[in-house]
Every structure is written in C-alpha cells, then in structure tokens.
C-alpha cells in the first residue's frame, strides 16, 4: 500500500507571512500525517517562516524548482544547497509552467532530479501532454518520453522515494480535469514504464499523483483509483477549507 501525497502547490503566491499564518493554522487541526502525506510548496522567499510554522507538525516543506548547481554565478538562481539548509524536504522539478515559460529542458530536468536526490530531497517530477498532444492520440508516448528523459541515469533505489505528478497542460488552472479513468490510466502507463526502467519493486513504490484542477468535489473519485496516490494542487491548495477537505479526503483513502 502507497501512502496518498497530497501536495500544494502555491505557485507566485500569498506573501510569507500569510504563508506561515495558513500553515499555523493547521496545527488546530488533528495530524492527519500518519495517514497521508502533506506538502505545502511556497514561493522561496517565505521558505523561512513557512518551515518554522511547520515545525514539529506533520507537513512538510517543498520549493517549486531550483537549481542543479551548489553554488556558482547563477543570478537568480537558488541551489540544493541552500534549501536543504532551510530543511526543505520537497522540490517540485519540471512543472508545466517551468517547461513552459522558462524553456525548461528534459535534460535540466534530469540534472535536477539527479541533484535533489543528492541532496535527499524527495523530488515530485512533473510530466504531461498538451490538449494538442491528446487530441492527436500522442499523450502516452509524449509522457513516457518525460518519464523516460527525467530517470535517465537514476539509481533504482533513489527513483523508488521519487513522486510523479502527472500533470495534463489542459487540465492546469482552467477548471477542466482529466476524467479519473483517463487520469488512471495514463498514471498507470507511467508506472508501466517505471517497470520497464527498474523492477516491479521500482514501480510499485513510486507514488504517482494527479495535478491540474484537483478540488474537493473531484478528489475522492480520482483517489479511488488503482495507480493515482494522491494530487498536485494548485488553486484548491490556496484556501484553509478546501486544502483541509483535500488532505482529509487523503487521509481516508
Ligand atoms: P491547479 O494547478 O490545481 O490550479 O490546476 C495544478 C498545478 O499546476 O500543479
């Protein structure tokens, strides 16, 4: 049995101290940690406060990219280094929108995911077609290329602790989501592929989660499902109650 993920993506959003305030207000709420796992991804400059409002509270920290270098003249940039100092656990590498907007590469994210594991941070690896691709019957080849590029190199033992979200562009912020089936069945190819990769063990302990338009209404139908152990959340992550119904909805999965 995989324990359900259920992680927030905040994108360029809330200022840190709203970030820190959200998060402190779950210690009201009873840990659901030994149930599910939660992740809360803020922008890096509330990283700080964010941790210490999480601290000794079952929720952990992720950033939303970095870089794959320690140190160096990367203007802008943010290393490995430097969020593992701030006890961030979590990176989200490849979202759409870095693949997207900042022309991120296959191969930079490999180096990324490579990075994070050596740095013992659990990378959550972004894959998904465009509304284009899926129209055009090229969604599971297209993904299984992403799967593919971002493992290559990676030692079975660290793809095992890996999340991937699988993420249709289509989905992202616009209300629409994948149907569950459909959702299921392309994590359920990436998992297939993982068994390609490594072994049986490999695929089975690697937990795949939905992302794009996850909100409590849909939640509980795609978690029922045999391959998705849990959900990328941007928008619904935003708000106390509906990130609350999420992470219960994780927890009785
Ligand atoms: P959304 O975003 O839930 O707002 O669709 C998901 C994501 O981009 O991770």
């Not at 593919?148 to 190199?153: L, N, S, V, W």
Request: with cysteine.
């Amino acid at each position: 049995m995989r324990k359900p993920i259920i992680a927030g993506n905040w994108k360029m959003n809330k200022l840190a101290a709203d970030g820190a305030r959200f998060v402190l207000d779950f210690r009201s709420h009873l840990p659901m940690g030994d149930k599910v796992d939660v992740v809360v991804c803020p922008p890096y400059p509330h990283l700080p406060l964010v941790v210490e409002a999480a601290r000794d509270y079952p929720m952990d920290i992720g950033a939303q990219n970095m870089h794959f270098e320690d140190s160096g003249a990367f203007t802008g940039e943010v290393s490995p280094e430097m969020l593992k100092d701030l006890l961030v656990e979590y990176v989200i590498l490849g979202h759409s929108e870095r693949r997207e907007h900042f022309q991120e590469s296959d191969e930079l994210i490999n180096k990324k995911l490579k990075a994070a594991f050596d740095h013992q941070m659990t990378p959550i690896v972004c894959v998904g077609e465009s509304l284009e691709q899926r129209v055009q019957n090229q969604a599971y080849d297209f993904v299984e290329s992403q799967v593919k590029a971002a493992f290559d190199g990676v030692s079975a033992e660290q793809a095992k602790v890996a999340v991937v979200a699988y993420e249709p562009i289509w989905a992202i912020g616009t209300g629409k989501t994948a149907s569950s089936d459909d959702a299921n069945d392309m994590c359920a190819h990436i998992r297939n592929v993982l068994k390609d990769l490594y072994d049986e063990s490999v695929s089975e302990a690697v937990r795949i989660q939905y992302g794009g338009s996850v909100k409590p209404a849909n939640i509980d139908e795609l978690l029922a499902k045999s391959d998705i152990d849990g959900a990328l959340v941007g928008g619904a992550s935003l708000e106390k109650d509906s990130f609350l119904k999420l992470l219960e909805a994780g927890a009785n999965a």
